[in-house]
C-alpha cells in the first residue's frame, strides 16, 4: 500500500545505476547515517538487514539498474527498493537443508509489514518497521 507524503516527514532516494555486492555495505551506511539524522536508530539494526535483501535479490534476478527510497512514517520508516523487473518476488519456506532463498521470508517475520508494487516499468518492494509502544523518533 503506498504512503502518502506527511507535511514534515523526510524521505532519501539513491539512485543505484548497477546493484554490485561491494555496494552492499555502503548502503547500509548510508541507511544508518539516515536513520540517525531522523533520530529513527532503533530501526538501523532491521532496516539494514532488510535494505541488504532487497538488494540482493536486485542483484540475484534483476540484475541492474535499482532506486532505494526511505521514507519516515508517523510510527515508523518504509524502506523500498525498485527495479526494471516485472517479476514479483514469491515469499516462501525453501527445503530445510537450501542453502538460499530463506530471506524474503526471514524478513518477512522480522518487519511489520512486506508488500511489492507493480509499476508501469519494473516493480517496488518495501517493507515498514512500526515503534513499539512509543513514538519513532525515541534516540536519545
Known sequence: MPVAPVEGLGEYRLVIPAVRPELMGCVREIMRAQLRM???SQFSDVAELGV????TNVLRHAPGGSELLVSETVDGIRVGV???DERLPVAGRPMREATGGWGLQLLTDL?????TRVLPQGKEVWFDLRAKGGLA???E
Open 38 to 40: 531522523w533520530r529513527k
Open 52 to 55: 541488504t535483501e532487497l538488494l
Open 82 to 84: 525498485t527495479d526494471f
Open 111 to 115: 518487519v511489520d509489514e512486506v508488500g
Open 137 to 139: 523518533g525515541a534516540d
